[in-house]
C-alpha cells in the first residue's frame, strides 16, 4: 500500500512563508492534491494536479512536486491559514485507491 | 451552488448498523463519483469507497468490504453509506465528497460530516 508521510507540525510567522511537505515512493510520478481542514470544519480542496488551484483558493498557495517529494507552499501567511493540511494520491495498486497523507499542522505564530 | 448535505448525528450500539445519506445539489448527481471518508477523533483522514451514481457501481477499500454498502438514489440526488457491525473504533466523522468521473483524482467539493459514535 501506498504510503505519503508528512512533517507533524509546521509553525511560521504572520507574512512569511509556510512549506509542507509530503514525502512518497516516486511520487513525482504521480498526481497530489491538497486540503485543507479547519477545527470542525470538512476539509477543502486548495491544490489539484500537483499546482492548480480552484477557484476562489487565493493564489498565495502554490504546489509542486518532483521525485519523492511534493510540496504545498503557502506565501505571506495570514492568522486565516492556521489549519491541519493533508496531501492525497490516487493509485490504483494500493488497497485504498484515494491515499491521503498524514497531515501537518500549521500554527502560525 | 455545489452542495453536499449529509444526514444528522448518529449514536449506535456496538453490533448495530448505521445509514448516512448525502444530498446533492447545484450540479449532474449522475457525472460524479460520490465518496465516503471518515476522520477519527484526533487522526487523518480515511478513504472508505466511492459510489459511480450514473452505474451504481461501487469500489471499496479492502478494510470495508463486506461492512460497508454504498447506494444511490438518483431520482432525489441521493447517495447513501451503510456500515454494519459497528465498533466503538468506527467512531468517527464520516464525510461524502464528489470527484468528476472523468477526471476522478481528487475530491473537489465536501459534506459537512455526520458524527457517528458507537457506544454501548
Known amino acids: 500500500s501506498y504510503v505519503l508521510t508528512q512533517p507533524p507540525s509546521v509553525s511560521v510567522a504572520p507574512g512569511k512563508t509556510a512549506r509542507i511537505t509530503c514525502g512518497g515512493n516516486?511520487?513525482?510520478?504521480?498526481?497530489v492534491h491538497w486540503y485543507q481542514q479547519k477545527p470542525g470544519q470538512a476539509p477543502v480542496l486548495v491544490i489539484y494536479?500537483?499546482?492548480d488551484r480552484p477557484s476562489g483558493i487565493p493564489e498565495r498557495f502554490s504546489g509542486s512536486n518532483s521525485g519523492n517529494t511534493a510540496t504545498l507552499t503557502i506565501s505571506r501567511v495570514e492568522a486565516g491559514d492556521e489549519a491541519d493540511y493533508y496531501c492525497?494520491?490516487?493509485?490504483?495498486?494500493?488497497?485504498?485507491?484515494?491515499?491521503f497523507g498524514t497531515g501537518t499542522k500549521v500554527t502560525v505564530l | 451552488q455545489v452542495q453536499l448535505v449529509q444526514s444528522g448525528a448518529e449514536v449506535k450500539k456496538p453490533g448495530a448498523s448505521v445509514k448516512v445519506s448525502c444530498k446533492a445539489s447545484g450540479y449532474t448527481f449522475t457525472g460524479y463519483y460520490v465518496h465516503w471518508v471518515r476522520q477519527a477523533p484526533g487522526q487523518g483522514l480515511e478513504w472508505m469507497g466511492r459510489?459511480?451514481?450514473?452505474?451504481?457501481?461501487?469500489n471499496y477499500a479492502q478494510k470495508f468490504q463486506g461492512r460497508v454498502t454504498m447506494t444511490r438514489d438518483t431520482s432525489i440526488t441521493t447517495a447513501y453509506m451503510e456500515l454494519s457491525s459497528l465498533r466503538s473504533d468506527d467512531t468517527a466523522v464520516y464525510y461524502c465528497?464528489?470527484?468528476?468521473?472523468?477526471?476522478?483524482?481528487?475530491?473537489?467539493?465536501w459534506g459537512q460530516g455526520t458524527l457517528v459514535t458507537v457506544s454501548s
Open positions: 459510489i459511480n451514481p450514473n452505474s451504481g457501481g461501487t
Open positions: 492525497q494520491v490516487w493509485d490504483s495498486s494500493s488497497d485504498h485507491l484515494y491515499v
Open positions: 465528497a464528489r470527484s468528476p468521473i472523468a477526471a476522478a483524482e481528487h475530491l473537489d467539493y
Open positions: 494536479y500537483d499546482s
Open positions: 516516486k511520487i513525482g510520478s504521480k498526481s
